[in-house]
């Protein structure tokens, strides 16, 4: 199957900094990807479609000045959040349709972000 | 938008018995719907999907059956094993939109 690499898989930061986390489809091309994220014990929640040469579509809630996104290439989408603090650790994890319709989506390792 | 749910969250059976885990979904233009298993601290898996064009859909000891009417489908494990243990998660995809809503998961224990 398709193969999707999230960097890095875990990171501690202090509160206040930001943290940028990638994700990139290694043999396939998505102009889409997706972004979750997932509380101990809780589901995967979407948190925004990252687009590629467009602006992100953020879900309800979600906001879009502290979560910013980039799709500058058929191949990468990044997420930083931005002024971290303690409530925004969690498992963030990208994912990407392999092509167009409903298909297979394919997901990234997942980034486990620590807030200190 | 669409709205998933799943019962139980919580399920425990013994070794070689069957699971049987069950979702219901809002949206009736949904068409695509797969189901993950997800280890602690790892990427969900997909462990088998079912398209809205087919009821019942089997892979060695797992199968999926979707019932469009009610709108729900449901994942059979049978000959379950320890390592069948993990939280597992259905979800659903609205017919030209990609991204997956997922139910709330499960949490499958084995008991050897």
């Known amino acids: 199957g398709a193969v999707v690499s999230q960097h890095p898989s875990r990171v501690i930061c202090k509160s206040g900094t930001s943290v940028k986390i990638e994700c990139r489809s290694l043999d396939f091309q998505a102009t889409t990807m997706f972004w979750y994220r997932q509380f101990p014990k809780q589901s995967l929640m979407l948190m925004a479609t990252?687009?590629?040469?467009?602006?992100?579509?953020?879900e309800q809630g979600v906001e879009k000045d502290k979560f910013l996104i980039n799709h500058a290439s058929l191949t990468l989408s990044t997420l930083t959040v931005t002024s971290a603090h303690p409530e925004d650790s969690s498992f963030y994890i990208c994912s990407a349709p392999q092509g167009s319709g409903n298909t297979e989506a394919f997901f990234g390792q997942g980034t486990r972000l620590t807030v200190v | 938008g669409e709205n998933v749910e799943q019962h139980p969250s919580t399920l425990s059976v013994q070794e070689g018995d069957s699971a049987v885990i069950k979702c219901t979904y809002s949206?009736?233009?949904?068409?695509?719907f797969p189901w993950y298993k997800q280890e602690l601290g790892k990427r969900p898996q997909l462990i088998i999907d079912?398209?809205?064009?087919?009821g019942e859909k089997k892979d060695q000891r797992i199968a999926v059956t979707l019932n469009k009417t009610a709108k729900h489908f449901s994942l059979h494990i049978t000959e379950t094993q320890p390592e069948d243990s993990a939280v597992y998660f259905c979800a659903a995809i609205i017919q030209g939109a990609q991204k997956l809503v997922f139910g709330q998961g499960t949490r499958l224990t084995i008991n050897p």
């Open positions: 079912i398209r809205s064009n087919v």
């Open positions: 949206d009736s233009a949904s068409n695509y």
């Open positions: 990252s687009n590629e040469g467009s602006k992100a579509t953020y």
